[in-house]
Structure formats: C-alpha cells, structure tokens
C-alpha cells in the first residue's frame, strides 16, 4: 500500500465524517458521526503532519489537500477545545465548601445484565455520595442495591426497576420533596423528578434522565432521545430553584443536541475547562465518549469531579461534589436563550410528537 494514496483517501473520508454531524436528519446512521470527534481530531492531526513533512508538496492539489485537512482539523478541535485544561471553565472552582450547602452525586449505568452487585456497592462505600442515580436498573439490582446499602442513610428514594434497560433507581442521604416518576414521551422510558432540601435548609430542583441512544434495535432516530432533552431544558429554564441534571444522556457533551440543551436550559457544564470525564465504553479504552452527563445552574461551584472505578458495567460511574452559593450566581451565568434556540427545542418536541402519531397511525404502538 503506498502511504500517499492512504493518506489521500483517509483525508476525505475525514473530510466527510467532519460534515456529518452538520446534516439536519435524526438518522442513527447520522448522529453516530457526533461521537468519535477526539479520536478523528488525532487521527487527522497525525495525518496532516505525516503528510506535510514526508512527502514534497509539488503542486496545486497537494496545497488543496493540506488545507482541507488542515480546515478538518480545526474544525474537529474546536469540537473538543471547550473540554480541555486550556479553556476557560464553566463552572468555577470552590476553595471553602460549607458541607450544609453542599451535595455529592454519583451517577452511575450498571449495565442491566451485570451480576457484579458488590462492586457497584464498593464504589459508593468509596465514593459516600449524599445522592445515587442508578440507571439500567430492574428488580434484582434494585434487591441487590437496597441489601447491599442498607443502613447507610439512604432513606429517600424514588424507584422504577424496569427489564428493558431503562429502570432508574435514585437513593438519597437528603430529604426528597414531591418526588415524580414521570413518562415523558414513552410510557417505558422512566425520567425522575424532586426537590432536595440541603442540611442548610435550601431546596434544589433535581432531574433525572435516560433517553434511548439513536442506535437500532433501540431507535433508529435521534427525535425521541433529543425531543426529552429538550423537554428537561425548558424545565430547567422555567424553574426558579437551583438546579442539576444528570443521567445517561446517550449523547456526547459536543454535540450539537447537547449544545441546544445548554443553550435553551441555561445550565453549566462543570466538565467545560476541565476534562471529558469519559464514561463510555468500559470495555474500551479507544472508544470512549462522555456519555454520562451533570449540567448545574450558575448557583452552583465545582469542589471536585473524576470518573469513578470500573463495576464491570460498560460504563464508568460519574462523581460530582457541588457547593450551592447563589451570591456568587451573577459571576458564571449564561445569557439567556435565544428565540431561535427556543424555537429549534420547540420544533424538536414537535418532530417527536409527529413521528408519534404516526407510529400509533401504523399501529407499531
């Protein structure tokens, strides 16, 4: 294989990858071109320096090849830019966290058909956050999880084990006020819903989410996962409360779903000048995207945030320590959203509600 021609053929495979993400259509086949954007921001950086130092640049098609490649290049790294050290953070840092107004999340996919139940255990025994999210729960991990906690001050819980991969468990050390179970667009994808009252006595608004990936044989479309994304961002932007996200978005922090989310709910990303934190997939180290997520309000500072040990799950669990200091809000919070943000989440939730119809037409419900 001679390595010119190689090099030639990745550059516009690249190219194309590089266009994908940019294309209006919720098509599995699509979205899946959202994901590997740091792996083809290196591939594409070697190939441009191995291109450009070993061969000579002879002619106009050489020039016009560096500088596509090159254009890609840049175009995928300011994908990523945001979630490296040498950004700006997001969320800022707190230096003396008052432990009344402070919470600890671990969030964590156990991954419905893994048996390993004391490993997840150990990693709360580990990690001793005040809040769990379990996700991809059913009712032997929730038997498992309930003996293997028990008398740890978990005591608030809202719980819906489900065998299709979309139970969610959600155990508290704090008081969990009007909590709600709710189906928002499919009466077996659960999301979850509370306010928590801090041991300072502030309240905190607390959604929980699992939408479906755009991958068959799940759905072979992105509407119903981004339709309940932008559904929880209009919540966020609504609700008067300090408030945190978090979940198993399916989706990574990069995308442009993910960005309409951030933009129309207001929400922070504490990721944002720190790191990926990735936690997807486990069983590879190559492949691996954010796909667990925590966006905070601006009344929130960062005490800590790290990717948890591996519980044989397929994913790694996520661990966020949060310090709630609403006097400092004015300092990190984000414009408003715009109206043709507002407008693109709005069209988004009606898409869904159409292809729902639909479906229900053709009798696939």
């Known amino acids: ?19 994908f993400p940019f294309v209006a259509a919720d098509y599995w086949w699509i979205r899946m071109f959202d994901y590997p954007h740091v792996q083809l921001t290196v591939l594409t950086f070697v190939a441009l320096m191995v291109y450009f130092f070993r061969f000579d640049l002879r002619n106009w098609r050489d020039y016009t090849f560096i500088g596509v490649l090159g254009a890609c290049f840049l175009l995928q790294l300011g ?7 040498f950004a700006n953070v997001e969320v800022r840092k707190n230096t003396v966290a008052i432990p009344q107004s402070s919470i600890s999340i671990l969030a964590t996919n156990v991954l419905q058909k893994n048996k390993e139940y004391g490993r997840v255990v150990n990693e709360v025994f580990l990690q001793d956050p005040d809040l769990l999210i379990f996700t991809e729960t059913d009712k032997t991990w929730q038997k498992e ?3 293997g906690l028990r008398g740890f001050g978990y005591n608030y819980r809202m719980e819906m084990p489900l065998d299709n991969t979309y139970g969610m468990l959600v155990y508290s050390r704090f008081k ?7 189906f928002l667009l499919d009466d077996s994808i659960p999301s979850m819903h509370a306010r928590i009252i801090l041991p300072s006595g502030e309240l905190v608004r ?8 755009p991958m068959p044989p799940h759905d072979a479309t ?3 996962r981004d339709a309940q994304m932008m559904m ?10 300090p408030v945190i996200v978090t979940g198993d978005f399916n989706d990574v922090a990069w995308s442009e779903t993910t960005r309409l989310f951030q933009n129309v709910s207001g929400l922070l990303d504490p990721r944002i000048g720190r790191g990926f934190y990735n936690t997807f997939n486990a069983e590879s180290w190559i492949m691996r995207w954010p796909l667990d997520h925590l966006f905070v309000s601006e009344e929130f500072r960062l005490v800590e945030i790290k990717v948890g040990n591996d519980v044989e799950s397929d994913h790694f669990p996520l661990y966020a320590k949060l310090s709630l200091e609403p006097e400092k809000a004015a300092v990190q919070e984000l414009p408003p959203p715009k109206e043709e943000d507002l407008q693109k989440a709005e069209d988004q939730i009606e898409k869904e509600n159409r292809k729902d119809q639909k479906e229900k037409a053709e009798g696939k419900e």
């Not at 994908?79 to 050290?85: G, L, V």
Request: no cysteine.
């Open 222 to 224: 992105s509407t119903d």
């Open 232 to 241: 929880v961002a209009k919540m966020a932007n609504e609700e008067e409360l």
């Open 206 to 213: 607390l959604h929980v989410i699992h939408p479906t990936p």
């Open 145 to 147: 999880l309930r003996k």
């Open 176 to 182: 969990l006020l009007d909590p709600q179970i709710r």
């Open 1 to 19: 294989m001679h390595l010119k021609p190689f090099l030639q053929g990745f550059g516009i495979i690249a190219v194309i990858i590089s266009l």
């Open 79 to 85: 994908k990523i830019y945001p979630y490296t050290p």
